[in-house]
């Protein structure tokens, strides 16, 4: 598989616009805060938390303590189920709730697995379901939070927004209220108003740093809310690992499967064509072997080439497949001798006190010997480099170049399949590669000696 530079030349995704994000924000993030979407959706997700929180809490409180009482009985089972169901249902609009006012996206829990059809398994099932409790866990705990959050977000954003706006309102108190201002401190005889120009714009400057503390507070509370969605609303870790594996496992298949059709169809279109040619010029030969000895020794000599070209796409078909020195010698001189095809002059440089397993030592090799072949066509690069070294538990590898660079793994190209072949095995696979270059392509896989 190739991996092509060519098909992502140009800017990389969000480097314009970051920039035009950077130029229209001319106000620092403190003072931006408080006028911002995100501020205001982060304010109503903690102003409606209290309200549905009173809804959910009220829900499973009541439900569970039926269903528990009623557990000297049968009906007891139902309605623990009905409660947990419920619950589910509330995690549905929690998950939808934060997804658009939080931005936060968590993907739906594993479902209910029924070995049979019918209430009572579906009763078990839910019984049985450990999101059905992390869901009623989530609707007793969200309900102190909210109250906490609701309280301290709404004392900050009413109070910092009052004492902001106190200049243009504060002509109410003499107005209307009888008195200079807002009261500071009274008692039965003494009495401290904040009344004058300087006291008016000192509190105002009060309220501005609260009005742009306020949102940071709103954040770090919601922060907490966001944890409890994705811990308690969504997929448990195995039931996520287990779905990475079953997409790794497809990856795996897929890649092997193409990598025997890719051998077959070179099988088929080179060395068998070959070796059919050369059976059918020897046995031309045999017939003129005693009428015209000469032609027949041509003959030979011409099938004798035959053999030798064969010979070496065989063995250029077993170096893709696994290379010999790979297994005799390790990285250091597979890679070496990669380089040394390379149309760019390459050094490698490989820093390895001992062998990683030969499944980790092969996938290594195929992706340096794929970027150095993409470097070759695609990079018009006059020098490249081949790092391998080994962090803790990882094996890192980095190929870089001087060329023209736009590199890009979501621009649909050959390294979107490196990429794959990496995660199957718990890899990753960074690109960093500017228009007008220089590429650096770092890959990181698991270290399994």
Not at 47 to 52: A, G, I, T, V, Y
Not at 325 to 351: F, H, I, K, M, Y
Not at 399 to 412: H, L, P
Request: proline content about 5%; charged content about 20%; overall charge neutral.
């Amino acid at each position: 598989m190739a991996t092509e530079y060519g098909q992502g030349y140009g800017q990389r995704p969000g480097v314009r616009g970051a920039d035009a994000e950077n130029r229209r924000h001319r106000l620092p993030a403190p003072l931006r805060a408080p006028i911002e979407a995100r501020s205001w959706r982060e304010f109503g997700y903690v102003m409606l938390s209290l309200p549905l929180g009173i809804i959910m809490f009220t829900f499973a409180v009541t439900m569970f303590s039926l269903g528990a009482g009623l557990l000297i009985t049968f009906l007891g089972v139902p309605v623990l189920a009905a409660t947990l169901a419920g619950c589910r249902g509330f995690g549905t609009v929690e998950r939808a709730r934060a997804r658009g006012l939080l931005g936060v996206e968590v993907s739906e829990p594993e479902p209910l697995r029924m070995k049979k059809h019918g209430a009572m398994a579906w009763m078990g099932a839910v019984l049985k379901s450990g999101t059905s409790w992390r869901h009623l866990l989530y609707t007793v705990i969200q309900f102190p939070w909210s109250v906490f959050s609701f309280v301290v977000a709404l004392s900050f954003w009413s109070y910092g927004w009052a004492l902001l706006t106190y200049p243009l309102w504060f002509w109410l108190f003499p107005m209307y209220g009888g008195q200079g201002g807002l009261q500071l401190y009274g008692d039965g005889t003494h009495s401290i108003y904040l009344d004058n120009p300087f006291e008016v714009t000192v509190t105002a400057l009060v309220g501005l740093l609260f009005t742009m503390a306020t949102p940071w507070i709103v954040r770090a509370l919601t922060s907490v809310d966001r944890l409890m969605v994705h811990g308690l609303l969504g997929p448990s870790r195995l039931a996520t690992r287990v779905v990475e594996l079953e997409s790794d496992r497809g990856v795996v298949v897929d890649t092997a499967a193409a990598d025997l059709r890719r051998i077959e169809r070179d099988l088929h279109d080179g060395a068998q064509a070959r070796l059919v040619t050369l059976a059918m010029d020897l046995g031309l030969a045999k017939e003129k072997l005693t009428e015209d000895p000469e032609a027949a020794a041509r003959m030979v000599d011409e099938a004798h080439g035959e053999v030798k070209t064969a010979l070496q796409e065989l063995r250029d078909l077993a170096r893709g497949i696994h290379p010999a020195v790979l297994t005799d010698r390790g990285l250091d001189a597979a890679l070496s001798a990669v380089a040394s095809r390379c149309t760019v002059p390459v050094q490698v440089e490989v820093d390895l006190s001992a062998r990683p397993a030969p499944a980790i030592e092969g996938i290594a090799y195929f992706t340096v010997s794929e970027l150095l072949q993409n470097i070759s066509k695609h990079s018009r690069a006059t020098r490249a480099t081949v790092d391998v070294w080994r962090v803790e538990n990882r094996l890192m590898i980095q190929v870089a170049d001087n060329g023209v660079g736009g590199a890009d793994v979501s621009s649909g190209s050959g390294l979107a399949g490196l990429a794959e072949r990496l995660d199957a095995v718990d890899g990753v696979l960074v690109v960093d590669s500017p228009v007008a270059g220089p590429t650096r392509v770092t890959a990181e896989l698991p270290w399994r000696g």
